[in-house]
């Protein structure tokens, strides 16, 4: 990281960790706001940060990391939709997984599903039918609530002949990205959590920590957490360039993946008291599973990446390969802590 992604990393790292633990929105969103995050991929001239995807990565991560329960991520996002297709902004925004219905002469009318907090936000932004994304006043909507099995705002919204903006982008893949970035940084959490446990719990006279299996098990975790990571950190930096539909189809498999497994080894780690609500582990592994199914299962995503594979030319198809390696140098991966990007 450079100086400036060290600073967004320590400040973020500070006031999530500070908010990781009964965060509302009601509470505890104006300290979101008074950081300027949700301005993070902005310009500068526009009232932003000027960061790129490599700094969203890393606030997405840490946001992941600490189990954020408020909507930042969906925001930030929503925020750069937004600033790009010229929506008038009054509050913040967030995005939503799939739309349904009929869009004609500007207006939308249909369901918007999956609107992570959409009964607080403000706007909206969907995939568009058709292609694309559009974006809607949540004020025009009717709002059916309902949560995600983490507990976090999945709602559905439903509109009848709504004025909405389009812009020209695939949200789905956008979506896909964000959720690979913060799974990486619950991966490395959850890792956290399960090797001070087994570290500090005793069986048989010894750290369970100690037993050959255990640490077997937990070496697995640790190579998905950071399979993850570099997935995550690729995909932005894809992102950056512009030419991102292989990266994300593969980050969000490598991180769906690792999500099974290594949610899987951290109960196992724990025994009965990681299902506790009293735990940090569940609202970490809760998090996971949820985000394993939004914006695209691993078969979704993988009949995507084997089409781009197959209709490659065959003639170029390694060459491609090795451009998009060298493009991507990710930091050292392992079990990041809160500060670092791993």
């Not at 690979?180 to 500090?200: E, F, I, T, W």
């Not at 969000?252 to 990681?274: E, F, L, S």
Request: charged share 15%.
């Amino acid at each position: 990281m450079n100086e400036q992604q060290t600073m967004l990393a320590d400040m973020a790292s500070a006031l999530f960790a500070d908010l990781s633990h009964g965060a509302t929105l009601a509470a505890d969103w104006g300290r979101i706001e008074d950081m300027g995050f949700t301005g993070l991929l902005l310009a500068e001239e526009s009232g932003g940060f000027g960061g790129g995807w490599a700094d969203a990565a890393i606030l997405f991560r840490l946001a992941g990391y600490h189990a954020l329960s408020l909507p930042l991520v969906e925001a930030v996002v929503a925020a750069r939709l937004a600033n790009d297709a010229g929506f008038a902004q009054h509050g913040f925004g967030t995005i939503a997984e799939k739309a349904e219905g009929q869009f004609e002469q500007g207006r939308f009318t249909g369901v918007v599903r999956g609107a992570a907090w959409g009964r607080n936000a403000a706007f909206v932004a969907a995939p568009a039918p058709g292609g694309g994304a559009m974006l809607l006043s949540v004020g025009d909507a009717k709002v059916e609530e309902r949560e995600n099995p983490a507990g976090e705002p999945r709602d559905i919204l439903h509109f009848s002949g709504a004025p909405a903006a389009t812009l020209t982008v695939d949200l789905f893949a956008l979506g896909a990205a964000a959720r690979s970035m913060q799974a990486a940084g619950a991966l490395d959490a959850a890792l956290a959590l399960a090797v001070g446990y087994v570290n500090d719990r005793k069986q048989f006279g010894k750290p369970l920590g100690k037993l050959q299996a255990v640490q077997q098990a937990l070496a697995v975790f640790a190579c998905e957490a950071a399979a993850a990571n570099i997935a995550a950190t690729a995909v932005a930096q894809a992102l950056d360039r512009g030419d991102f539909d292989y990266e994300v189809a593969a980050a969000k498999i490598r991180t769906n993946i690792a999500a099974g497994i290594g949610t899987a080894v951290a109960h196992q780690a724990h025994g009965a008291i990681g299902f506790t609500h009293e735990y940090g582990l569940h609202p970490l592994t809760r998090r996971l599973w949820s985000w394993r199914s939004e914006f695209g299962s691993e078969q979704h995503w993988s009949m995507i990446l084997g089409h781009h594979v197959t209709t490659a030319d065959a003639d170029h198809y390694w060459a491609d390969m090795t451009r998009r390696s060298d493009a991507t140098t990710p930091s050292s991966p392992g079990c990041a802590g809160p500060g670092e990007q791993a």
